[in-house]
Structures are given as C-alpha cells and as structure tokens.
C-alpha cells in the first residue's frame, strides 16, 4: 500500500517537472499578448492626439486665412482719405508784373509803376498803376519785379522783388529826354542789330499823343506839345534773339528828371 502511494507520488512530480515549461510558455505568451494590446492602444492614443492636434491648427490657420481675408485695409475704410480725395486745396494764384521806381523820398518810400496791372476807377483809365512801397531797398529807376497772389480775392498779397536777371535785356536801350521847348525826345538802340520791328505810343491822362512804327535797330523821334503833366511812354519790340519785348518810361507831374531809361521786359 505504501508503495503504491509512492507510486503515484513519483509519477505527479515526474508530471509536475513536465508541464512546468509549458505553463511557462502560456503564461508568457498571454503576457507577451497584453503587452502588445497596452503597444496598440498607446499607439492609437498618440496617433489620436496627434490627428487631434493637426486638424486644430488646420482649423487655426483656416481661420486666420478668414480672417485676414474678411478684414478690410485701413486705408480704404478711412473716410479722411476719401474726403481728401475729393476736395481739391486750390493752389495760390499768382500774377508777374514787371515795373520801375520812379520815385523815392527821404523816408525810403518808393513809388513804382507798374503799367501793366492799370485799372479803370470811375470810369477813368489809369495811366500807369502806382505801387507805394515803405522801407524801400531800390534805388530810383531801378527795375523791379511785382508778384499778386490771389489777385482776385480780398486776401491778396503783393511782393516786390529785384527783376531777375534773365528778363534784363541789356543789348536794347530806351532814352527819353523831356527838353526846354515842351517837346519829348524818344531815342532807341539796339547793339545787337536784331530788332524787326518797334511800336511806339505817348500817352498822358487825357489822351494819346504820338503812335508810331519803326523798322530799325536805332532811331530817335519826337513829340510836340508835351505839357508838364504826368504822361507815358511804352514801347513793344518784336526782336529775332529774344521775341516780343516791351518797355516803359513814366514821367509823373512834377517830376524834374529830364532824362530816363526805359526798362525792358518780356
């Protein structure tokens, strides 16, 4: 009896030492199995969040794209812009005269005649038109450039400059001589020999004294019955150099100069 329990002892270790390798390896592979399944769902984790974090910053960007594309450039919503760019800032006007002090006091007061800005007061056509300058710097029959800005407005503003040096014509020369006998002698030259025609008038406040053409670069002419009073030569010149130029001379009432220079201008 004891030998058969001893038996049976025997044959269960024997067994026991058998199957000890395979549990082993059941158990292992079920291990082995429940680590890839924890491999797979790590896997399937990261690729979740990553595909998760992809289509959010696509969405980001997609938005963005928006709106930067919805938003409008700020010059094209400012209405100061637009307002600017249909109102037109009208530029100051401006007239250039050309004239000549005729006139110059103790005080540095000057006179200036400026032929070509004459106007018509009750109904009377100025001879020449006055300027009145104070603090003058010019001399007396020194030409002058006269600038009007605005001249059609209550704010204009008149500026007296020295003439510049490119409307100095210094080949022409115009003398005018009042003499003893009431008469006025007008004298013209031209060095350059290139002068094709010159129109000459005398005028005083009442009316037109001498007209006449010339057709040379050098002539001397007079006019009768000049009296005392305040009168105007002007002289316009057609040259082959410098095209149509014209000249000046005002003697005022009063006035004791006997001889005076014209001064030309285009």
């Given at each position: 009896?004891?030998?058969?329990?001893?038996?049976?002892?025997?044959?269960?270790?024997?067994?026991?030492?058998?199957?000890?390798?395979?549990?082993?390896?059941?158990?292992?592979?079920?291990?082995?199995?429940?680590?890839?399944?924890?491999?797979?769902?790590?896997?399937?984790?990261?690729?979740?969040?990553?595909?998760?974090?992809?289509?959010?910053?696509?969405?980001?960007?997609?938005?963005?794209?928006?709106?930067?594309?919805?938003?409008?450039?700020?010059?094209?919503?400012?209405?100061?812009?637009?307002?600017?760019?249909?109102?037109?800032?009208p530029q100051p006007q401006k007239e250039v005269y050309y004239g000549e002090v005729?006139?110059?006091?103790?005080?540095?007061?000057?006179?200036?005649?400026?032929?070509?800005?004459?106007?018509?007061?009750?109904?009377?056509?100025?001879?020449?038109?006055?300027?009145?300058?104070?603090?003058?710097?010019?001399?007396?029959?020194?030409?002058?450039?006269?600038?009007?800005?605005?001249?059609?407005?209550?704010?204009?503003?008149?500026?007296?400059?020295?003439?510049?040096?490119?409307?100095?014509?210094?080949?022409?020369?115009?003398?005018?001589?009042?003499?003893?006998?009431?008469?006025?002698?007008?004298?013209?030259?031209?060095?350059?020999?290139?002068?094709?025609?010159?129109?000459?008038?005398?005028?005083?406040?009442?009316?037109?004294?001498?007209?006449?053409?010339?057709?040379?670069?050098?002539?001397?002419?007079?006019?009768?019955?000049?009296?005392?009073?305040?009168?105007?030569?002007?002289?316009?010149?057609?040259?082959?150099?410098?095209?149509?130029?014209?000249?000046?001379?005002?003697?005022?009432?009063?006035?004791?100069?006997?001889?005076?220079?014209?001064?030309?201008?285009?």
């Amino acid at each position: 009896m004891i030998l058969k329990i001893a038996i049976v002892g025997v044959i269960l270790v024997i067994g026991g030492i058998m199957l000890y390798p395979e549990i082993g390896k059941l158990s292992s592979t079920h291990t082995s199995g429940l680590d890839a399944v924890a491999q797979d769902l790590g896997d399937l984790k990261d690729t979740t969040v990553q595909r998760v974090n992809y289509e959010f910053d696509k969405t980001v960007d997609s938005v963005g794209d928006k709106i930067e594309q919805i938003a409008p450039d700020p010059d094209e919503i400012n209405p100061i812009k637009k307002i600017q760019e249909k109102i037109t800032v009208p530029q100051p006007q401006k007239e250039v005269y050309y004239g000549e002090v005729y006139e110059k006091d103790d005080e540095n007061n000057c006179k200036i005649s400026v032929p070509k800005m004459v106007k018509t007061v009750n109904g009377v056509k100025e001879l020449t038109h006055t300027i009145t300058l104070p603090d003058c710097q010019y001399e007396k029959r020194q030409s002058v450039q006269v600038t009007v800005t605005n001249p059609q407005t209550n704010t204009q503003t008149i500026s007296v400059d020295p003439t510049p040096q490119t409307q100095i014509f210094e080949t022409l020369q115009l003398t005018t001589m009042r003499n003893d006998d009431n008469t006025v002698s007008i004298h013209y030259e031209d060095t350059s020999g290139k002068t094709l025609k010159v129109t000459v008038t005398l005028r005083n406040s009442e009316k037109e004294l001498f007209s006449g053409e010339f057709f040379a670069s050098q002539f001397d002419t007079s006019v009768n019955d000049v009296s005392t009073s305040p009168h105007i030569v002007e002289m316009i010149v057609e040259h082959a150099d410098y095209g149509t130029v014209s000249s000046s001379v005002f003697n005022p009432q009063g006035s004791d100069d006997a001889t005076i220079y014209g001064v030309f201008t285009q």
